[in-house]
């Protein structure tokens, strides 16, 4: 198993930027690949972002894409998401995980979920 610890949320204007990180506990971290998703009040948890172990390849949800960017650090065990011209609609509770596959589009959950990391977008 892998611990993960998000942070970086926090309260933002439409059009601001945040930056979100994830650290993961064990000397796996390398190993997988790491994803982003997000809950918003009333709705189920979504992807939004995943990265191959390697760093190479990146997957984003399309309400995201083009205004987030996943990114990792192997020797930090670290993985960021960098949000830009947020939108109201991306207030969320955010969570990273590992996920089974992304080069195969399977972002399945992997570990046990973080405490996760509030961002809230004020229109």
């Known amino acids: 198993q892998v611990q993960l610890v998000e942070s970086g949320g926090g309260l933002v204007q439409a059009g601001g930027s945040l930056r979100l990180s994830c650290a993961a506990s064990g000397r796996t971290f390398s190993s997988y690949d790491m994803g982003w998703y997000r809950q918003a009040p009333g709705k189920e948890r979504e992807f939004v972002a995943a990265i191959e172990r390697s760093g190479d390849s990146v997957h984003y949800a399309a309400p995201v894409k083009g205004r987030f960017t996943i990114s990792r650090d192997n020797a930090k065990n670290t993985v960021y998401l960098q949000m830009s011209n947020l939108k109201p609609e991306d207030t969320a509770m955010y969570y990273c995980?590992?996920?089974?596959?992304?080069?195969?589009?399977?972002?399945?959950?992997?570990?046990?979920w973080g405490p996760g990391t509030l961002v809230t977008v004020s229109s």
């Open positions: 995980n590992a996920v089974l596959d992304s080069s195969r589009y399977n972002y399945t959950p992997l570990h046990t």
